[in-house]
């Protein structure tokens, strides 16, 4: 499930498709009726097929989950470009937070590196990774957190088998 802005502006629908992207449900706005109207719709039978619900992370969305989809936590899948967004933000917050308690020379060196943290491998030339070496030694709290970030991305970009992706 996701929105979509309707036309230009703020209005919004929410689209509700099942796993080979057909749409089932559009229900208007974004919030939490936009979910729990559908899901109130359902039996008690078809809730208990939903095996898995992939959903940004919407507050609204997840409150109607949580309400209205029995074990509604072991259901819920984030959207992976929610995900990354949100770990590349931890990644920067942490980064602005440590910058001013480095020492000076290490401050200027540090200054301006914020999209260094966030390239992909692709972009990654030679000096940028020595760079990047160079700054994990000096932001060591930026640097966990840049190590998890990369975690999660492995992990989501791990081959999976059909069968395991048809659990």
Known sequence: ????????????????????????ALTDDRGTESLAGYLRSLTDGQLQA????SMDMNAGYIRAARIHLPSAFEK???DRFHVAKQ????????????HPHLPVESRRQAKGTRFLWQYS???????RQEKLVWLR???KLTSQCWALKE????????????ERRND
């Open 137 to 139: 030694a000096q932001m």
């Open 151 to 162: 975690l999660a991305k492995d992990i989501r970009n791990r081959p999976w088998s059909e």
């Open 121 to 127: 491998d692709r972009w990654m030339t030679e000096n």
């Open 1 to 24: 499930m996701d929105e979509v802005a309707f036309k230009k502006g703020h209005r919004y629908i929410t689209v509700i498709s099942d796993r080979d992207g057909r749409a089932l």
């Open 87 to 98: 770990l590349g933000e931890v990644v920067d917050k942490t980064r602005q937070n440590e």
């Open 76 to 78: 819920i899948a984030f």
């Open 50 to 53: 939903i095996k898995t619900l």
